[in-house]
């Protein structure tokens, strides 16, 4: 229950609490904690908590802060450690325990969007959507000496996100800190994820023979050039036979 002071909101902005109450769920600290535990292989807690990262770098990642230094002046009588253990923190931060926090808020996303019964109508029955996709992230800016003479700048990684569409949320995220591999290297990740009866949307560039056999051993599709052939199939322009695709002229 909430304190009496927030009635007034929940009874004149019922739905800006419920979804203010919703977002802070996905991210309860204690429940953030814990996924850090079960997931870090190499990091550990001692004065300063994932849920404490989580928070520090939301405000920073929605504009509420210009930066991390910023961000954790703000907090700095809630973090009891040095901006320089944040920054190492944040350094030190496993890949897999990014790739979890986006797993893990999508399936709470899920119970939410279902309970509301606010599911996007299928794009195909039978199948789940999934529309795969990669980039690099941002590239950062020149505060390494040896890049302060260049026009260049250092891309900090490259990340493949799996798209449901039907919830409107990221299901999955694969991240690599090599910002000149290739999207492939990472689809190896992206097998160990595959379900029954998935569709997958994707270019070209993934179009290959493992992800392909794969894909077929689990009963599901894939659709590459998706920009073309995608929008013809869910137009009714062309036929599913066999588990191919085929376009047809009109």
Request: glycine fraction near 4%.
């Amino acid at each position: 229950m909430l304190p009496a002071a927030f009635l007034p909101f929940v009874e004149q902005r019922p739905i800006a609490v419920m979804a203010r109450a919703t977002v802070e769920r996905f991210f309860e600290p204690e429940h953030l904690d814990i996924l850090f535990r079960q997931t870090a292989v190499d990091q550990y807690e001692r004065n300063l908590l994932f849920s404490s990262v989580v928070d520090l770098m939301q405000a920073v990642v929605l504009g509420a802060e210009p930066s991390v230094f910023a961000s954790y002046r703000k907090r700095r009588h809630q973090i009891p450690v040095t901006d320089d253990s944040i920054y190492n923190k944040l350094k030190g931060m496993e890949l897999g325990v990014s790739e979890a926090l986006v797993r893990d808020s999508a399936q709470r996303a899920e119970e939410v969007i279902d309970e509301l019964q606010a599911r996007h109508d299928p794009w195909l029955p039978g199948y789940h959507i999934r529309i795969l996709d990669g980039n690099h992230l941002s590239a950062t800016e020149h505060r390494l000496e040896p890049l302060r003479d260049t026009w260049a700048a250092p891309l900090p990684g490259r990340i493949l996100v799996v798209m449901d569409p039907e919830l409107g949320v990221a299901r999955d995220a694969f991240v690599t800190p090599d910002g000149h591999a290739n999207e492939r290297t990472l689809l190896d990740d992206v097998l160990q994820m595959l379900q029954e009866n998935e569709l997958y949307i994707a270019d070209r560039n993934f179009c290959t023979l493992k992800f392909l056999f794969k894909i077929a051993e689990k009963k599901g599709l894939l659709l590459d050039s998706a920009t073309r052939v995608a929008s013809r199939m869910l137009e009714g322009q062309a036929t599913i036979h066999r588990r191919f695709v085929y376009r047809q002229s009109l």
